[in-house]
Structures are given as structure tokens and as C-alpha cells.
């Protein structure tokens, strides 16, 4: 069943993605963050929010509730949190590093999504891949320097960079249910 909750989640998420983007005039998946299809003063600011970032973020707590290992639901929770800090605190009008005080919390979610995953994924696995190095461990690191690449104000593949990174976290998130 947390399968089903976690696939249901990511295809929920991809699609809106999309499909909202599509609606945005002037977006790129490339460039501009997903938290931007629901920034302060867009036409669809509250679609985005409650009808793509809570759901999202809710099926990912409620992954967390049924998960069977500490680590999973740490990881799930994360996730969710994130949404769910989306949803109720949509950024700013381009995402910035700095801002509102809403802006601020916002990004203080994105932090227990990307840092708090780092730091589950190097949970789930002490397989060591021959150099005292996990897998896991790595993809951790991956997130982490993508976390501080997103806060490079005006970076060109900001957009590119954090679907890799919400590939990674979904991918894993399905890979060790």
C-alpha cells in the first residue's frame, strides 16, 4: 500500500508539474523552480498550493505513517514536510534565497526536504560499495550540493537542477518501499 501512496504521490506531482507549467506563461522547467508555479500573485497561486502541494505532501505523511522502517518514514516525512511548508507558504515571485518572511519559512521547508532526505538516505543502506562509500551515501552528497546550488541567485539550470534532485529523493522513496 505505501507503494501504491508513494507512486501515486510522484505521478501526481510530475503531472501537475507539467500541467501547471504548460498554464504559466513564460515558464521554464529548465530555469524556474516548481515553487514558482504557485508563487505570491499568480493567477493559480492557490490551485498549485492546495490542489498539487498538499496532496502531495499529505499521501507522503501518511507514506511516513505506514512505512515499516524508521528510515523510510524519515525520508517520506521529509518529503511531505516540504510540500506541505509549500503549500502553506508559497515563495515569493521568483523563488529568491532571500525575502518575506514567508519566503523565509518557505525555504526553511525546502531545507527539511533536501538536507532531511540527505540525511535518511544515508539510513537506508550500510551496504558499502567497495569504498567506504554507500550509494545511498553518495546520492545523499548529490542532494546537498544541489541544495546549495539552488541558493546561487540567477543560476541558469536552477529549474534542470532541482528536478534531479526531486527525481533522486522520488526514486529512492519508490526503490526502498
Not at 13 to 28: N, V
Not at 35 to 45: A, M
Not at 68 to 74: H, I, R, S, V
Request: aromatic share 10%.
Amino acid at each position: 500500500m505505501t507503494f501504491g501512496l508513494a507512486l501515486f504521490s510522484a505521478l501526481l506531482l510530475l503531472t501537475g508539474i507539467s500541467y501547471f507549467g504548460w498554464r504559466k506563461p513564460a515558464y521554464s522547467h529548465w530555469h524556474d523552480t516548481i515553487s514558482e508555479l504557485g508563487e505570491v500573485g499568480s493567477p493559480r497561486s492557490r490551485a498549485v498550493s492546495y490542489g498539487l502541494f498538499l496532496p502531495v505532501g499529505l499521501l507522503l505523511g501518511l507514506v511516513a505513517t505506514l512505512a515499516d522502517t524508521t528510515a523510510l518514514a524519515g525520508l517520506a516525512g521529509c518529503v511531505g514536510t516540504g510540500y506541505v511548508m509549500a503549500a502553506f507558504f508559497p515563495c515569493d515571485v521568483g523563488s529568491p534565497v532571500s525575502g518575506s518572511v514567508r519566503q523565509q519559512i518557505h525555504n526553511v521547508g525546502g531545507a527539511v526536504e533536501y538536507l532531511g532526505s540527505a540525511y535518511w538516505l544515508t539510513q537506508l543502506s550500510p551496504q558499502p560499495l567497495g569504498i567506504d562509500y554507500t550509494l545511498y551515501s553518495i546520492v545523499a552528497g548529490s542532494l546537498i550540493a544541489g541544495s546549495i546550488l539552488l541558493s546561487i541567485p540567477g543560476l541558469l539550470l536552477r529549474g534542470l537542477i532541482q528536478r534531479m534532485m526531486e527525481g533522486i529523493v522520488f526514486s529512492f522513496l519508490l526503490l526502498t518501499i
